[in-house]
């Protein structure tokens, strides 16, 4: 398989017109808390991202019934359901897409206030559970001694969450001297496709 191939895991391709846009899929998820594991579509979009550039190919099943629930099943989904989990179908289908043929094109949904301040953190919080899922296989990319770890690090300088605590802790101490640090969430949209290369051999790999 070319290096280049898309890691689309579902059909169709084109957008479904019966899937929710995402500001109604960013109310949809708000509203089922705390069923699954997100509660937007910033975070709902780092988890996919994770999904899509991580280290093996997890099967939608799996990794539905882990982000939504019970309402993740996606072989008994209708109505709204559906219509949420088709519109995560979409967004999963073009990040993959746009990876696979014009990286330098991705850009991460983040949350953005009333006056334009962008806050990466759910995002990044998204993409971190789902690492959780292959936990050990991310291993290359979590460890601070390993240069690799400078692909994860700015998604890490973001999180609250215990875990990633200390990974980032230097680069969190620094941004209190170093306001500038606080922009490193421009860094995310160059790391992605990067986590996507490094990961590329291992993922498809022949048996």
Known sequence: ??????????????????????????????????????????????????????????????????????????ASAHGKTLAAIEAIIQRHNAISDILATAPQNYAPIFQRGDDGTVFAEPWCLGFLTAMHLRWADWKPLRDPVRPEFCLTSPIFFHCSDPVAATLHSVEQESSNANPDLREIYHAIPIVVPAIREFWMLHRFASP
């Open 1 to 74: 398989m070319s290096q280049r191939q898309s890691r689309r895991a579902f059909q169709p391709a084109k957008p479904n017109p019966t899937a929710m846009n995402l500001n109604v899929l960013d109310r949809w998820l708000r509203r089922m808390q705390p069923e699954g594991k997100i509660d937007n579509v910033s975070m709902l979009d780092g988890y996919v991202t994770a999904i899509v550039v991580g280290p093996v190919s997890i099967p939608p099943d799996e990794w539905f019934t882990d982000l939504l629930g019970s309402k993740g099943r996606i």
